[in-house]
Every structure is written in structure tokens, then in C-alpha cells.
């Protein structure tokens, strides 16, 4: 494993109004790492994923993303670094009004400033990638769940970000559905891609991840790797949430 | 009958007034295209100035849209064409006619595209952000569109509302088909101008009426 944080975590603090969501939260992830967030929900691992791209505006505390600190620097900056940090949402949210190319495409031609050629190209070989080069002239409305989760990770990816946070990435589909969109994300990691992902594919984790983190109250109560955390976790938070879980 | 036809269409007084009722159907058409396309784009500015969500000009925003809203254009027209002379302001009766109309539809189309931008899911904002869009390309390539979509339907019912209302130049001698069909019937001392007029309106808006359906069938996004 390669020791050069891609992303880090300082101290990242969020407060919505009085209650504070994050604590103090410090994580680093070197490159091509696959670190797993797991936790009850109001722990506060969507709003500290969220925060690593800034949808999420943290109160206090630093993001620092390939050695650059994204909490400082203008708009403009933000913008450019954010096309560094791909992101996968539960909900897709696949634009309706496009076909499937021109979802892959946009961010590609509008932000990238690739040429039409250079952005379909791209967007071809990242369909190619998860098994749905086929559907480039379809309909978000036409695809089911898990297709339309392989064609966001295709949008992402077609950005060539350095670091890919995933939201709850299968929450939202048909159970037969979730394992088309793990493969996808198995063969990322093998391919090196630095990975954070918030989900509850315990299984998943287990044969995947490098690191898992479990957050319980805004902090990171415990963390290592799965053998440790599910084979033998030490905090009771922890054990209990387990408990729960595989219960 | 013999009564009702000679009232309502005799063939005498229409083959006269003809020319004029179509002179008027060419003002109404000119004055009512003027009023769409300035009405809907300037609401449609106004709706995404507002989405950047900037308080103080929101507020101006939102007081527009509520006042135009609220005022029957007929007072709106009287008091432009009649008061504003005295305070030095010389505006010629279409021009009255175009600017208030044009303002009406502005404040409506504001508020629908306005509501067309907040029924848009917070999801497609965040898309559009995280892939490092920034607000503006996002509004543009994203919101936009699916903002446009939804306003279509409510938004070609007032715009049909408010064209109709070029009919209020009649009241400040605007030569659009009511004046031409009131000035006729004045002359003839027969209704049939006013018959005419019916006719020319339906020749104007029925055929908007149908492009006005076509349009909301087909946008209409593929379904699954």
C-alpha cells in the first residue's frame, strides 16, 4: 500500500445549529485505499463523506485532497478540485433530460473542456467499464436502479478523480440488483482507484476493504481492518451496533 | 333568423369592414408575439436571477411578481396612457399595451418557472456541483431544462391569458381586432364586426390552443 494521503481528514468539525453532527473527525486515506464507513444512521458518516467535497460546508476543520486543501482558495478552485473527488449518491441522480452519453458527457465537455470526440470517447470506455456501453442512446427513466448507479459511477469516473466517495451507493435498489453495482466497485479498487464508502453491504466490506471505521455520535469510535473490527471489536458501541446489524 | 343573420352576418357590412378587421388581426399578432417573447424571457431571467438566491434582490423580485400579479392590467394601461403624459412621459398606445402585458406575463412566468426551479430535486443541484459544474453551468445545462419542462403546461395556459388581453387596447384606441370590430360596428350600426372579430380571434388563438397541447404531450420525459 502506498502511504501518500490522498485524502485527509483534520479536524473537521459540523454544527447545524446547536447539535453538533462531526466532532473533531481526523481520517487519512492513502492511495488506493478502500476505507468503509459504517455506523447507526445519525452518526454522521453521510454528512462527513459530504463534507470531503464540500456539499456538506464544514464548520471548522481541513480537507486536504491529493495535497491540496480544498477548505482554502476560491470558488473557482473548489470547482477544479471537486472534479478531483468523484461522488456517488443513494439517489443516482442521473440528469432525466439526457441520454446516458450526455450524462457521462457534461461535466466532461463543460467543466473539462474536452472536445466532443475526446469527452464521448471517454464516456464509451467508462460504460464499457460497467457493462453498459449499450445503453449510451437510452433514458435514465428507462434503466433500472442499478443500472442507472453503474451509469453515475461512469459520470464520475469519467472526470478521472483521484479520490471516489460513495453514499450509501445501493440503498436505494432491489436487493437482486445491489451486486452489479459491488462488482463495479470491486473492480475499481483493484484497478488502484482511493475509495471512502459509506454503506451497510457488510459483506462487501469484509472482502474489500482495506480499513473500516465505525462512527457512532459524530466521532470515530473505533477502526481497522475487517478481520479486527467485525472478527473482534473492542468498543461496546461497536459490538453492539454489529449485534444489530447481522442480528 | 332573418333578423339574427342580418344582425350577426350580413354579408354587406363584412365585405366593408373585411380590410379592417384584418389590419387589427395583424396588430393583435404583432403585439401578442412581442408580448410572449419579452414576457417569458424576462420572467425567466427573473426566475434564475432568483435561484442564486441573493436576499435583497429576491426581495425586489418577489414584490414584482406579486404586484403585476395582482393588478388588473386595465388599470395598469390607463394609468400609463393617461397619467404618465402629465409627468412628461409620452408613450403611444401599443407601446402602453406591449410594456404592460409583456410586464403581466413577466411577473406569472417568473413565478412558474420559479416554481419549475423548486420542484427540480435537490439531488440534480448536487450532481451538477460535485462533478465541479459550479452553480452557474449547473443551473444552466441541469436545472434549466428540467425547470422549462415543468413550467410548460401552466406556463402556455397564461401566456393563452394574457395575449387575449391585447383586447384591452380597445380602451386607448390600440387598432387591434376588438378596436378595428367596435369602430366598425359603431360606423355600421350592425353587430357583424363584432361577429368578425370572434372569427379572427378564434383564427389567432385556436390554432395556439392545439400547438399548446402538442407541446405538453411531448415533453413529457421517457418513462420507464
Not at chain 1, 460513495?166 to 483493484?190: N, Q, R, W
Not at chain 2, 406569472?108 to 426551479?117: D, L, N, R, V
Request: net charge positive; charged share 20%.
Amino acid at each position: 500500500m502506498a502511504n501518500r494521503p490522498m485524502l485527509e481528514v483534520v479536524a473537521l468539525e459540523k454544527r447545524f445549529g446547536t447539535t453538533t453532527v462531526l466532532k473533531k473527525i481526523d481520517l487519512k486515506v492513502s492511495q488506493g485505499e478502500l476505507v468503509f464507513v459504517i455506523g447507526p444512521s445519525g452518526s454522521g458518516k453521510s454528512t462527513m463523506l459530504r463534507c470531503c467535497n464540500r456539499l456538506e460546508e464544514p464548520t471548522s476543520g481541513d480537507i486536504i485532497v491529493n495535497g491540496r486543501n480544498i477548505m482554502a482558495g476560491t470558488r473557482r478552485d473548489l470547482d477544479r478540485m471537486r472534479l478531483q473527488i468523484g461522488m456517488v449518491f443513494q439517489g443516482f441522480h442521473l440528469y432525466p433530460h439526457m441520454s446516458v452519453l450526455k450524462n457521462v458527457t457534461l461535466a466532461q465537455r463543460k467543466a473539462l473542456k474536452r472536445s466532443k470526440a475526446e469527452a464521448d470517447a471517454r464516456a464509451m470506455d467508462m460504460l464499457e467499464q460497467v457493462g453498459l456501453a449499450h445503453k449510451a442512446d437510452a433514458y435514465p427513466g428507462e434503466l433500472s436502479g442499478g443500472q442507472q448507479q453503474r451509469v453515475a459511477i461512469a459520470r464520475s469516473l469519467a472526470l478521472d478523480p483521484k479520490v471516489m466517495l460513495f453514499d450509501e451507493p445501493t440503498s436505494a435498489l432491489d436487493p437482486e440488483l445491489v451486486g452489479s453495482v459491488l462488482k463495479v466497485m470491486k473492480d475499481l479498487k483493484s484497478k488502484g482507484m482511493t475509495m471512502v464508502v459509506v454503506s451497510h453491504e457488510m459483506g462487501f466490506a469484509r472482502e474489500t476493504a482495506d480499513r473500516v471505521i465505525f462512527m457512532d455520535g459524530g466521532v470515530v469510535v473505533e477502526e481497522g481492518t475487517p478481520d479486527e473490527l467485525f472478527g473482534n471489536p473492542k468498543a461496546d458501541r461497536t459490538r453492539a451496533f454489529l449485534s444489530r446489524v447481522s442480528g | 333568423m332573418d333578423r339574427f343573420l342580418e344582425t350577426f352576418l350580413n354579408p354587406v357590412v363584412m365585405a366593408q369592414y373585411t380590410p379592417d378587421i384584418i389590419a387589427g388581426i395583424w396588430v393583435t399578432l404583432q403585439i401578442a408575439a412581442a408580448v410572449i417573447v419579452a414576457g417569458i424571457l424576462a420572467g425567466l431571467a427573473l426566475a434564475c436571477l432568483r435561484s442564486y438566491g441573493v436576499k435583497t434582490l429576491n426581495f425586489f423580485i418577489i414584490c414584482y411578481a406579486d404586484i403585476f400579479r395582482a393588478l388588473p392590467p386595465l388599470v395598469v394601461i390607463l394609468i400609463l396612457y393617461f397619467g404618465f403624459p402629465s409627468i412628461g412621459i409620452q408613450l403611444s398606445g401599443p407601446m402602453v399595451l406591449f410594456l404592460v402585458l409583456a410586464a403581466t406575463l413577466a411577473a406569472f412566468a417568473e413565478e412558474i418557472f420559479w416554481a419549475g426551479f423548486s420542484s427540480v430535486e435537490k439531488g440534480q443541484w448536487e450532481a451538477g456541483i460535485a462533478t465541479g459544474l459550479g452553480f452557474t453551468r449547473t443551473l444552466t445545462y441541469v436545472a434549466l431544462p428540467q425547470a422549462v419542462r415543468l413550467a410548460i403546461p401552466p406556463l402556455v395556459n397564461r401566456v393563452l391569458a394574457i395575449t387575449k388581453m391585447t383586447a384591452l387596447g380597445s380602451a386607448i384606441g390600440v387598432s387591434e381586432i376588438l378596436s378595428s370590430a367596435t369602430t366598425a360596428q359603431s360606423f355600421s350600426g350592425s353587430a357583424t364586426p363584432l361577429t368578425m372579430s370572434v372569427a379572427a380571434y378564434l383564427v389567432i388563438f385556436l390554432p395556439m390552443v392545439v400547438f399548446a397541447r402538442w407541446l405538453e404531450s411531448r415533453t413529457a420525459w421517457k418513462k420507464r
